[in-house]
């Protein structure tokens, strides 16, 4: 850097410095000074700016940040038992192995289709109450006509008079029909229990369904299909967000994590209770066909073996004839 250069980075001091040896000892002590100053200033606003952006990151983290103390991860983590278990089910073994019979999806409509109605009823009378406004998205969610439409597909025009609902489904209904009149606060557990839950899986249990009944089309799977939720992932952020947000006690909290547990076991039970009906009906069928099977063998037996026809034939005779001697 030449001497003029050197100069203009200098404050003007008026005088300016002389262009003698003495004058340029002290010109470079200045300029050196200068200089040392100039880094160490920029490196701390560097330091400081670092600083900043690393606290605004982490307030940014903070705010999307799912904490321990948050309803939705409290949940998770009282069901995860359950959870397990309900996955276990031989009801939810057979649906994952691809082994669901159109027996078997068609009963576990009907016991959908009654839960759902009871849970969207107590959800629709009660959606002006703080604790359910959060969680409360009939367009997006609602199951009850998805339901109407694949029952009516596989039972008929009056499908009504044909469902049939075992006794730890009516059991599951009255507890959110009790629940939904005495305090609808706890409809928030069976809600994020059975939404959440059908829109995590639901496009795969769809696919499982249409392959395992060998259905050509998605008539009959409408269930399984949530048009109003384009991103299945995203919405369940907000919905858990939203349930976050709900203002409960420590009683109140504490409650709601019981009935949590109580919907996933009233789940449990529901698929247990599917799974013997069906059991029950297929041992039935397959008595009801070792039956048939025995009785055609017998009808084989005599129409095509001549020794079974000829002892058969002698067999009638001599009852004719003794029937004829005993008459007489």
């Given at each position: 850097?030449?001497q003029?250069?050197?100069?203009?980075l200098?404050p003007?001091?008026?005088a300016g410095?002389k262009k003698s040896?003495e004058?340029?000892?002290?010109?470079?002590s200045?300029l050196?000074?200068?200089?040392?100053?100039?880094?160490?200033?920029?490196?701390?606003?560097?330091?400081?700016?670092?600083?900043?952006m690393?606290v605004?990151?982490s307030s940014?983290?903070d705010d999307?940040?799912i904490t321990?103390?948050?309803l939705s991860?409290q949940?998770?983590?009282?069901?995860k038992?359950s959870?397990v278990?309900?996955e276990?089910?031989q009801?939810?073994?057979n649906?994952?192995?691809g082994?669901?019979?159109?027996?078997?999806y068609?009963?576990l409509l009907?016991?959908?289709y009654?839960v759902?109605?009871?849970?969207?009823?107590?959800?629709?009378?009660?959606?002006?109450?703080?604790s359910?406004?959060?969680?409360y998205?009939p367009?997006?969610?609602?199951?009850?006509?998805?339901?109407?439409?694949?029952?009516?597909?596989?039972?008929?025009?009056?499908w009504r008079?044909r469902?049939t609902?075992p006794?730890?489904?009516?059991?599951?209904?009255?507890?959110?029909r009790e629940?939904?009149k005495?305090?609808p606060r706890?409809?928030?557990a069976h809600?994020y229990t059975?939404y959440?839950?059908?829109?995590?899986g639901?496009?795969?249990?769809?696919?499982?369904t249409?392959?395992?009944?060998?259905?050509?089309s998605?008539?009959?799977l409408?269930?399984?299909s949530?048009?109003?939720?384009?991103s299945p992932n995203?919405?369940?952020q907000?919905?858990r967000?939203?349930?976050?947000?709900?203002?409960l006690t420590?009683?109140e909290r504490?409650?709601?994590?019981d009935?949590?547990v109580a919907?996933?076991?009233?789940?449990?039970?529901m698929?247990?209770d599917l799974q013997?009906i069906?059991?029950?009906?297929e041992d039935t069928d397959?008595?009801?066909?070792?039956e048939?099977?025995a009785?055609n063998?017998?009808?084989?037996l005599?129409?095509?073996?001549?020794?079974?026809?000829f002892?058969?034939?002698?067999?009638?005779?001599?009852?004719?004839v003794g029937?004829?001697?005993?008459?007489?």
């Amino acid at each position: 850097m030449s001497q003029q250069s050197q100069f203009l980075l200098l404050p003007n001091s008026g005088a300016g410095y002389k262009k003698s040896t003495e004058s340029q000892t002290v010109y470079n002590s200045k300029l050196k000074e200068d200089r040392e100053e100039a880094v160490g200033y920029f490196i701390l606003q560097i330091h400081r700016r670092t600083q900043d952006m690393e606290v605004t990151k982490s307030s940014r983290r903070d705010d999307t940040k799912i904490t321990d103390s948050d309803l939705s991860e409290q949940i998770k983590a009282v069901t995860k038992d359950s959870h397990v278990r309900a996955e276990n089910t031989q009801l939810m073994l057979n649906y994952q192995k691809g082994e669901i019979t159109l027996s078997q999806y068609k009963l576990l409509l009907c016991s959908l289709y009654e839960v759902y109605r009871a849970l969207e009823d107590e959800l629709d009378r009660s959606a002006s109450h703080p604790s359910v406004v959060p969680i409360y998205f009939p367009q997006e969610l609602a199951r009850v006509e998805t339901l109407e439409e694949d029952l009516e597909h596989f039972l008929g025009p009056h499908w009504r008079k044909r469902i049939t609902v075992p006794a730890a489904t009516q059991r599951y209904v009255q507890r959110l029909r009790e629940i939904g009149k005495q305090n609808p606060r706890l409809l928030v557990a069976h809600a994020y229990t059975r939404y959440l839950g059908d829109l995590s899986g639901g496009q795969v249990l769809g696919r499982i369904t249409q392959k395992s009944l060998g259905l050509s089309s998605k008539e009959g799977l409408s269930f399984f299909s949530f048009p109003g939720v384009p991103s299945p992932n995203r919405f369940k952020q907000l919905y858990r967000s939203r349930m976050n947000s709900i203002d409960l006690t420590k009683e109140e909290r504490k409650e709601l994590l019981d009935e949590a547990v109580a919907a996933f076991e009233a789940n449990i039970e529901m698929f247990d209770d599917l799974q013997k009906i069906l059991s029950l009906t297929e041992d039935t069928d397959v008595l009801k066909k070792d039956e048939t099977t025995a009785t055609n063998q017998k009808t084989i037996l005599y129409q095509y073996h001549p020794i079974f026809q000829f002892t058969v034939g002698v067999c009638v005779a001599l009852a004719t004839v003794g029937m004829g001697i005993y008459a007489f």
